[in-house]
């Protein structure tokens, strides 16, 4: 698409925010730079209402798979899809070792000296890689760096972005995502029994494509003022994110309020995206979100988006949509990306490019 590349190259370099932060933080009197800052946000952090008692709900994978506990927590996991769009999920079987490497090595990527990280930096026109999210012209900066690696199908990595130092990282990565995979069938299979369909039938979607966006958001003198994600949803169909140091920064948009959501000992946050909601002819529907900073400490964090791949074509299921309102269009996974794109150079609801009016 035209339009597409050249709002590419319109898009504009922005600094490392890491090395930004480490200047401020030895220079007081340096001021943050007007692109990351939002004098609309007010005090994000003190907005964090003291009376949302709500939290977002928790789903028990051992349950789930046990089939004599499985019914209750099936049902616990469909309000949850239906009115959350968000949960988190503990006793997920995911090795405790290897979330802890996973939590160490990229901990220590991170802390290279950004010589080192930038042999990683993406190659023009490229996502894979270590830097900053293209940003265009009008849109404010994000406080934040982030390596984005597509971890899955195996054959579709490319290592020339995968980190070397520290020297497990790849390993240890590999074993990861390995694991996400495996959480993701569960959790479609249990989602696609609560939707009446064949327990294979999402998988057949949804199968195989996972990337990896790894978060860094230094602290920020100026943490009130600056976002470390803008709110947006997910485009996938799952994202599982490990929420690797225990610093509050994710919040979801519930009721017109921003909620957080508390990092849990041991628990992977999950989220549902744009193509399970198209999927599903909105049933359920994806979430926005997005990440505050904290002006002391640093915060990382592991999105792994479970994904169709790009030629899947994609709509609503016509299992579920029974003979009853088609809501979305159904076209190519890679189309859908494009309008996603496009309607973040056009400020609209990305969403609006796929519903069908009726
Ligand atoms: C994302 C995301 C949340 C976080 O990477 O898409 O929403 O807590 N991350 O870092
Ligand atoms: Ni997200």
Known sequence: ????????????????????????????????????????????????????????????????????????????????????????????????????????????????????????????GGLQGYGQKLVLNEEKLEWQDMMFLITQPVLARNFRFWPTSPPTFRSTLDKYSAELKSVSMSLLTAIAKNLGLKPQVLHDVFKEQQRMRMNYYPPCPKANQVLGINPHTDAGALTILLQVSDVQ???????????????????????????????????????????????KKERLSIAAYHSPSFDKIIGPLPEIVQGGKEYYKTMKFEEYMEFHFLAKVEGKNHMDFMKLNN
């Open 1 to 124: 698409m035209a339009e597409v590349s050249e709002s590419w190259a319109k898009s504009i370099p922005a600094e490392n925010v890491q090395a930004l932060a480490n200047e401020t933080s030895m220079n007081p009197e340096m001021e943050i730079p007007l692109r990351y800052i939002r004098p609309d946000l007010g005090h994000h952090q003190d907005n964090i209402n003291s009376i949302i008692d709500e939290v977002v709900p928790i789903i028990d994978m051992k349950r789930l798979l046990d089939p004599n506990l499985s019914s209750q927590e099936s049902s616990k996991l469909h309000h949850a899809c239906m009115e959350w769009g968000f949960f988190q999920v503990v006793n997920h079987g995911v090795d405790d070792e290897v979330i802890e490497k996973m939590k160490v090595d990229l901990e220590e990527f991170f802390k290279l000296p950004l010589k080192e990280k930038e042999v990683f930096a993406p190659l023009s």
């Open 249 to 295: 920064g994710l919040q979801i948009k519930r009721n017109d309020q921003w909620l957080p959501v508390q990092p849990l000992p041991h628990a992977l946050v999950v989220n549902i995206g744009d193509a399970l909601e198209i999927v599903t002819n909105g049933k359920y529907a994806s979430v926005e979100h997005r990440v505050i900073v904290n002006n």
